[in-house]
C-alpha cells in the first residue's frame, strides 16, 4: 500500500500476510491509534503527560531567552549591592579629601627666591599696589617730576635703589633686564614655585617707569631723563643722603636730572624693553609697546655725539659712574636681535670693531665682571648661546666663535685653582670690593646658566689651557657663592634677611629702620634712627646686604653701607643665581623662547659651521 510522503517522495508500509490486526505492527508510534482505542483513565494520562503545569514567561535578550522571573531576581540583587555596597563608596569618595601627586617641598634655592624677590616689593615707589605685601610701606614720592612739562603724570613710580630714597634709572634698567633674562631662561623654575606671576609684576613695575622716562611713543627723542633725587657726597643740606626719612615723609626736594646724550643709559633701557618684551609675549599688545619703545631709544642711544649718562653729573657720578658705553652697545644690540629677529641687529652686536673698541676680546680680569656697570661677560654669553643652539655660520661665526672663546676664559677665571682672583679663606671669591656679594651672585648666575647651556648640547666641559673642566666644576662654584650668602660661612650667617637662622638686624635702610608709628620724622629728626643701636624695628625680608671684607669679617652696624646696605642691582643677581640653582622645576633651561622672532641666519652660500666641541 502506498502513502504520500509529504517531505517529498513515496514510502511503502508493508504488513506480513496473516494478520489479524492489520496496525497492531505499528502501535507503538501511533499515538492517536492508541487514543483510539479503550484505555483505562490510567493509561491516558500516560500519554497525555501533565496536564496542569503552568507555562513559564521568557524574555528575549538578543542571544539568550532569559526566564522574567529570573531577570527580575537579578535586577533586584543588583539594586540592593548598590545600595549596600557602591552608594557607601560614592559618598565616602565625596567626603574625604581628594588624592594628590606628591609635590616636593622646595629646597633652600627655592625658599630664599621667594624671599629675595619680596625685596622689589619694599623698594617701590609711587602708589603701591594692594597686594604689596610690605605693611610698613606706603605711597611715596607721588609728585616726583610733577613739574615736567613732556612727561605726562610726572614720574611716579619705580624703584628707589637701596637704603637711600633716590632713583637710579641706570641700575633699575640693568635690574629689569636681568629679572627678564632669568625668566627667560627659567620661567617653568618660576612656575614650580609659584613665584611666576610675581617676577613678572616686578618687571613690569619697572618697564612701566621706564616708559615714562622719554617718550616713548615717537619714533625719535633728543633727551632722556636720567635719575630722580639726588645727594651730594657729605652734604650739610637736606636731600637724599643726609635725610633719613621713610619714604612715605620725605620733605625735601627731589630734583630729576636729564641728558641729551646717555648712550649706556639708553643702550641699557633698550635692552630692558627687549627682553621683557620676551617675558610677556603672552601679552601682545604690551610686547609690541616695549619693543617700539626700544626701537627708539636704542637709536637716541647710538647717535651722536655719543657720551656717559654720568659724565661730568656732581650727582650721578659718585655712586653709579658708568666707564664705557661700548659694552651697552653690544649688550642692548644682542637683546634687540631676539626680541625683533632683525638681521641689523645681529650685525651690531657681532661687529668685530666694536667687539674691538670694548676690549671684548682683550681677557681684561677687570671686565670678566658682570655688573651694573659691565655688560661684556653677560653680552657674550647670550651671543655664545646663539651660537651654541643655532649655529648661524657666515658672516656671524667668526665673532661669535671668539665671544666664546672668551666666555670660556671668563668661566675659567672663577675658578679657584686658577687664582685669577683672590678669595676670602671662608671661600666667597673677591671680584671686586668693597660690597662683594653682588659680583658672586652675578657670577655664579652666569656659570650655572653657562653649565646649563652645556647640558642642553650634550657637553660634558670645556678647556681651561690645557686642562679640560667639567660642567659640574661651574655648578659647583655656583653653589658655593651662593651657599656662602645664605649662610655657609665662617659667621654662620645669612646675608639675606628673613633667611635661616641669623641675619643682619641693623640694615642700612631708612624705611626699615624708621618706625612706622604714625609719627612724622623731619629730615634731622630722622637721624636718631640712624645711630640707634636696636634693631631695625621693620624687617626687609629678602634683602641681601653689602657683604663681608675681604676676611670673612663683616660689622652689622647701620651706619657702614658698605656692609650692610642692600641695592636692586645686587638682589637682582641674587635672584638669577638662586632661580638657576634651584631643582624646583627640573634642572633644564628654556631653550626655544629667546628663539622666538629669530628666523635662520644663513642668508649666504656659506655652509655652517660643525657642531660645537670643546
Known amino acids: 500500500m502506498m502513502s504520500g510522503n509529504h517531505w517529498g517522495g513515496s514510502f511503502e508500509i508493508q504488513q506480513e500476510p496473516g494478520t489479524d490486526d492489520d496496525h497492531s505492527q505499528c502501535m507503538d508510534t501511533d499515538r492517536g491509534a492508541l487514543l483510539r482505542q479503550n484505555l483505562d483513565e490510567i493509561q491516558l494520562g500516560w500519554l497525555r503527560g501533565p496536564q496542569d503545569i503552568k507555562k513559564h514567561k521568557y524574555v528575549d535578550l538578543g542571544c539568550i531567552l532569559c526566564k522574567q522571573k529570573v531577570l527580575k531576581w537579578i535586577i533586584y540583587c543588583t539594586l540592593i549591592s548598590f545600595i549596600a555596597i557602591g552608594l557607601p563608596i560614592i559618598i565616602s569618595r565625596k567626603l574625604l579629601p581628594k588624592h594628590k601627586e606628591p609635590v616636593l617641598p622646595p629646597d633652600k634655592y627655592a625658599i630664599a627666591l621667594s624671599k629675595a624677590l619680596l625685596f622689589f616689593n619694599a623698594q617701590r615707589s609711587g602708589q603701591l599696589p594692594k597686594n ?50 632669568s625668566v627667560i631662561e627659567y620661567s617653568h623654575k618660576y612656575k614650580a614655585i609659584g613665584e611666576y606671576n610675581h617676577v613678572r609684576d616686578i618687571i613690569r613695575w619697572g618697564t612701566d617707569y621706564l616708559l615714562k622716562t622719554f617718550n616713548s611713543s615717537a619714533s625719535s627723542i633728543d633727551h632722556i631723563y636720567t635719575q630722580v633725587g639726588m645727594a651730594v657726597e657729605f652734604s650739610s643740606s637736606p636731600d637724599d643722603h643726609f635725610c633719613w626719612q621713610r619714604p612715605e615723609d620725605m620733605s625735601y626736594v627731589r630734583p630729576v636730572q636729564r641728558s641729551s646724550s646717555a648712550s649706556d643709559l639708553g643702550s641699557e633701557i633698550s635692552a630692558a624693553f627687549a627682553a621683557a618684551s620676551i617675558v610677556f609675549l603672552d601679552e601682545i599688545a604690551y610686547s609690541r609697546k616695549l619693543i617700539k619703545a626700544a626701537e627708539t631709544i636704542y637709536k637716541f642711544a647710538n647717535n651722536y655725539p655719543q657720551a656717559a649718562y654720568s659724565l661730568n653729573n656732581p650727582v650721578i657720578e659718585p655712586f653709579y659712574s658708568s666707564t664705557d658705553f661700548l659694552d651697552e652697545f653690544i649688550w642692548s644690540a644682542a637683546w634687540m636681535y631676539y626680541a625683533t629677529g632683525n638681521y641689523s641687529y645681529a650685525t651690531a652686536a657681532t661687529d668685530s670693531n666694536l667687539a674691538a673698541n670694548a676690549n671684548a676680546l682683550s681677557g681684561y680680569q677687570n671686565l670678566t665682571m658682570f655688573s651694573w656697570d659691565n655688560k661684556l661677560p653677560g653680552a657674550e654669553l647670550i651671543l655664545t648661546r646663539l651660537r651654541i643652539f643655532l649655529n648661524p655660520g657666515y658672516p656671524y661665526e667668526d665673532i661669535l666663535s671668539r665671544y666664546h672663546s672668551s666666555t670660556d676664559l671668563n668661566m675659567c677665571s672663577f675658578l679657584r685653582r686658577f687664582k685669577v682672583f683672590r678669595w676670602t ?112 624695628p621693620n624687617n626687609i625680608t629678602g634683602a641681601m646686604v653689602a657683604g663681608p671684607d675681604h676676611g670673612d669679617g663683616f660689622s652689622d652696624v647701620r651706619t657702614n653701607m658698605n656692609y650692610t646696605e642692600p ?28 628663539f622666538s622672532s629669530v628666523s635662520p641666519l644663513n642668508i649666504d652660500d656659506h655652509p655652517p659651521p660643525s657642531p660645537w666641541s670643546p
Open 132 to 181: 604689596n605685601g610690605v605693611p610698613w610701606r606706603g605711597n611715596s614720592a607721588m609728585k616726583d617730576g610733577s613739574e615736567l612739562s613732556d612727561v605726562k603724570g610726572g614720574l611716579v613710580g619705580g624703584y628707589y635703589d637701596g637704603g637711600d630714597n633716590i632713583k637710579y634709572h641706570f641700575p633699575m634698567a640693568f635690574s629689569m633686564t636681568l629679572l627678564s633674562w
Open 425 to 536: 679663606p671662608g671661600g666667597l671669591i673677591l671680584l671686586k670690593r668693597p660690597r662683594p656679594l653682588q659680583y658672586a651672585a652675578n657670577a655664579a648666575f652666569l656659570a650655572n646658566l653657562y653649565a646649563d647651556y652645556m647640558n642642553a648640547s650634550n657637553i660634558p666641559g670645556w678647556y681651561c689651557g690645557p686642562y679640560f673642566v667639567s660642567s659640574n666644576d661651574l655648578r659647583s662654584f655656583a653653589a658655593s657663592q651662593v651657599n656662602y650668602i645664605l649662610g655657609a660661612n665662617p659667621k654662620n650667617m645669612s646675608y639675606v634677611v628673613g633667611y635661616g637662622y641669623a641675619w643682619p638686624m641693623h640694615v642700612h635702610h631708612r624705611g626699615a629702620s624708621t618706625p612706622r608709628d604714625g609719627k612724622h620724622y623731619g629730615c634731622i629728626e630722622g637721624r636718631k634712627w640712624l645711630h640707634n643701636r636696636n634693631k631695625n
Open 567 to 594: 641695592t636692586l642691582a645686587g638682589n637682582a643677581g641674587l635672584v638669577a643665581a638662586l632661580v638657576s640653582l634651584t631643582s624646583s622645576g627640573g634642572d633644564v633651561i628654556d631653550k626655544n623662547t629667546i
